[in-house]
């Protein structure tokens, strides 16, 4: 196992630390779509999306970037707690930014269509969504499980886009701007109380668990999850075996990780909710 300066010097020459240049373009193309058509909006008169609210979305954009196009998303196939840090941003800081800068009604669409209003009311319910996301999280960091979808394209994206739809659901009640399915001011309490209290036990577990993941520290599993989630231009081979932390040192500053981000979020969330509903 390599670690230390020896580890940089490899992550250095695999080209770990490029920047996913095609990303950007998209984000900055998606970005000044979004500003346009936003201030169109305003300027029509058809719906009120603030100043303050762009900026967030552009923020979660970001932030979005920063998971998926950035060294982290390297470092996060490479380190556990560098994964961690990836998924809490995103579900935790990416969603409620990005849905405050969102149209409610757009995210509702499919309701007007007859056959999937049930189904799509059921699914963005307070408390399916709660269950939906807190479960899929919870699954997920099930060291059989992660190893699974982290050895699977098919699962590995599919998964992801699952767990972001839930997310959305979950933070739509808490940051939506509109009242379709918004809470009573204490019952949103008691929700996010719920959403806070919920994870905690498996911040618990990856802070005290002495049971490893396998992509993580299994070099067969390191070198097909590479091969799965790295680009050609990444030299997957000299990647192999390294650690930057002690197995157990990374496994517990993961679940710190993941259990201090998800704790902010919800200040987050109470920093924006107001502003949101003015």
């Not at 009640?173 to 379709?180: L, N, P, Q, W």
């Not at 008691?190 to 905690?200: E, F, G, P, Q, S």
Request: hydrophobic share 50%; with cysteine.
């Amino acid at each position: 196992m390599q670690m230390g300066s020896d580890a940089m010097e490899l992550i250095l020459q695999s080209g770990l630390l490029e920047w996913n240049k095609q990303l950007f373009v998209f984000i900055a193309l998606i970005s000044t779509v979004y500003w346009l058509l936003s201030g169109f909006i305003n300027e029509r008169g058809k719906a009120k999306i603030q100043y303050k609210h762009r900026i967030y979305f552009l923020l979660g954009l970001l932030v979005f970037y920063v998971c998926w196009g950035s060294p982290l998303y390297g470092f996060a196939h490479l380190m556990f707690s560098a994964h961690m840090l990836q998924m809490s941003l995103l579900y935790f800081l990416v969603t409620p930014l990005l849905f405050s800068g969102i149209q409610i009604h757009l995210f509702y669409l499919p309701r007007r269509f007859q056959t999937m209003s049930k189904v799509w009311t059921a699914l963005t319910s307070p408390i399916v969504s709660f269950v939906l996301f807190n479960g899929l999280f919870i699954v997920y960091h099930i060291p059989k499980v992660m190893d699974t979808i982290m050895l699977n394209s098919w699962l590995y994206y599919s998964f992801h886009i699952l767990l972001a739809y839930a997310s959305f659901c979950v933070w739509q009640t808490i940051v939506g701007r509109f009242s379709i399915k918004k809470l009573a001011y204490q019952k949103r309490k008691h929700y996010i109380m719920a959403n806070t209290l919920v994870l905690l036990p498996v911040c618990l577990l990856l802070f005290f668990s002495t049971l490893p993941y396998r992509t993580f520290t299994d070099v067969t599993a390191q070198f097909n999850m590479f091969q799965i989630c790295f680009d050609q231009n990444i030299n997957v081979s000299i990647l192999i075996g390294i650690d930057m932390l002690p197995t157990d040192v990374d496994q517990k500053l993961g679940g710190a990780i993941m259990l201090a981000l998800h704790k902010m979020s919800f200040l987050v969330g109470e920093y924006i909710q107001p502003k949101i509903t003015d």
